[in-house]
T-cell receptor, first 114, second 114 residues
């Protein structure tokens, strides 16, 4: 079974621009979660989508948004980029049959904001 | 809110020795899951092992075992017969307990020396 894939792997943007990251979950997984990883704040939960609906959201400003398509693929968007948005963005998928389902991560997208 | 504490920022271990990585958690909810992930320098989070709060026995997966002490709220990862390829960041994480998404600790940087 193919793992979680994320595109692009690397991205360089300038302040004020917007960016869209993509995540394809493991086949059959209906839940996709997004995390931001920075050296200062560590790994922080952004949001989770299940069956095209946002199920949970972390403590991030409204500039961070996402969506999920009928095939469970997900995208996250960051508008009006700030220098502090530079981070590794990790996507994870799970079957979401129960709350403690294991989340399987993709390779991440490394975003640099100049 | 859940909290995960990993008190070892870094560890140096000789190849073939056993390694114990510490993790304590803080939750008042009776139902939760505990996970360990490995993150090599490439960035991808690799799932290692899972322990449910109601599991009676400690989880094991190959060379990995989880020393679950519920009364102490501790979930230490034990790696037997360490290998050079085990060098990476290791993260303890929890789910459930009313938290949105996985809650991660700060991680332990493990370096295996030949």
């Amino acid at each position: 079974k193919a793992g979680v894939t994320q595109t692009p792997r690397y991205l360089i943007k300038t302040r004020g621009q917007q960016v869209t990251l993509s995540c394809s979950p493991i086949s059959g997984h209906r839940s996709v979660s997004w995390y931001q990883q920075t050296p200062g704040q560590g790994l922080q939960f952004l949001f989770e989508y299940f069956s095209e609906t946002q199920r949970n959201k972390g403590n991030f400003p409204g500039r961070f948004s996402g969506r999920q398509f009928s095939n469970s693929r997900s995208e996250m968007n960051v508008s009006t980029l700030e220098l502090g948005d530079s981070a590794l963005y990790l996507c994870a998928s799970s079957p979401r049959n129960q709350e403690a389902d294991t989340q399987y991560f993709g390779p991440g997208t490394r975003l640099t904001v100049l | 809110a859940q909290k995960i504490t990993q008190t070892q920022p870094g560890m140096f271990v000789q190849e073939k020795e056993a390694v114990t990585l510490d993790c304590t958690y803080d939750t008042s909810d009776p139902s939760y899951g505990l996970f360990w992930y490995k993150q090599p320098s490439s960035g991808e989070m690799i799932f290692l092992i899972y322990q449910g709060s109601y599991d009676q026995q400690n989880a094991t997966e190959g060379r990995y075992s989880l020393n679950f002490q519920k009364a102490r709220k501790s979930a230490n990862l034990v790696i037997s017969a360490s290998q050079l390829g085990d060098s990476a960041m290791y993260f303890c994480a929890s789910s459930g307990g009313g938290a949105d998404g996985l809650t991660f600790g700060k991680g332990t940087h493990l370096i295996i020396q030949p």
